[in-house]
């Protein structure tokens, strides 16, 4: 009994096809390495950076409505979030329109400028994502490229043999499925998390904007107009024994 082959001795394999392929099919495969690696990075990292901005929210809302004045909530806001950001350019704002010679009304001077930091905090968020887009919607052609070659070199083996024979044209067209396979692989990742991100940009987005209508409301108003800080659980009632 002839003892089993070992596991890289696989004629069809992934390694084979890409020996078989020569650098063109190694090319290929390492530009689709790239571009997934990037994107998974992409993924992961503005993952984080959205939770992060998300948790920010939730301690603001808890914490900064319920100072007694907009120093004191500024000073409880964690430094170089983007709610302490949004903060410190209204306040920067505010005390810029007492210095201005030409008169311009508070409530434009104000919505400019949290609308133009708002912008900036939405616009770091969405760095990253068009490469999520690119990559979605390239590694397929990318893929495709490497089965063409693949398919090509099938055709000469098929021209050189006379004759269409499964052991001249496997190797060639195994080539060529492998890379459509990675090619899709990498693709199908990039286009859900794209989309996934860029559905929890806008949720992020429009918690920043209602915190910043809330600001504003709040300092052309004085302090007139105050959102109410969000009620915390009450704490479990201590069980008898």
Do not use: C, H
């Given at each position: 009994m002839a003892?089993?082959?070992?596991?890289?001795?696989?004629?069809y394999g992934l390694m084979a096809a890409l020996e078989q392929g020569g650098l063109i099919a190694q090319t290929v495969f390492g530009i689709l390495v790239i571009m997934s690696a990037?994107?998974?990075?992409?993924?992961?990292?503005?993952?984080?950076?959205?939770?992060?901005v998300l948790n920010q929210g939730k301690a603001a809302r808890a914490t900064f409505w319920s100072s007694p004045s907009l120093r004191d909530?500024?000073?409880?806001?964690?430094?170089?979030?983007?709610?302490?950001?949004?903060?410190?350019?209204?306040?920067i704002a505010q005390d810029q329109h007492t210095k201005l010679t030409d008169p311009v009304d508070q409530h434009e001077w104000l919505l400019g400028s949290l609308a133009r930091s708002q912008?900036?905090?939405?616009?770091?968020?969405?760095?990253?994502?068009?490469?999520?887009?690119?990559?979605?919607?390239?590694?397929?052609?990318?893929?495709?490229?490497?089965?063409?070659?693949g398919i090509y070199r099938a055709l000469i083996k098929i021209g050189?043999?006379?004759?269409?024979?499964i052991?001249?044209?496997?190797?060639?067209?195994?080539?060529?499925?492998?890379?459509?396979?990675?090619?899709?692989?990498?693709?199908?990742p990039a286009v859900l998390g794209y989309n996934w991100l860029l559905r929890r940009n806008k949720v992020v987005s429009e918690q920043l904007a209602a915190f910043a209508t809330d600001l504003h409301g709040y300092m052309v108003s004085a302090g007139a107009v105050k959102p109410v800080a969000p009620a915390r659980a009450p704490a479990p009632a201590a069980v008898k024994k």
């Open positions: 003892p089993p082959a070992a596991e890289g001795s696989n004629p990037a994107s998974w990075y992409i993924m992961f990292t503005k993952l984080l950076e959205q939770q992060k909530g500024q000073a409880k806001l964690e430094k170089n979030s983007a709610y302490r950001q949004i903060v410190d350019d209204g306040l912008g900036a905090i939405n616009s770091k968020l969405g760095n990253g994502l068009a490469v999520l887009a690119t990559v979605g919607s390239t590694s397929p052609f990318v893929g495709l490229f490497g089965t063409v070659i050189a043999a006379g004759q269409a024979s052991d001249a044209v496997a190797g060639p067209v195994g080539e060529a499925l492998i890379m459509t396979a990675l090619g899709l692989a990498v693709a199908v």
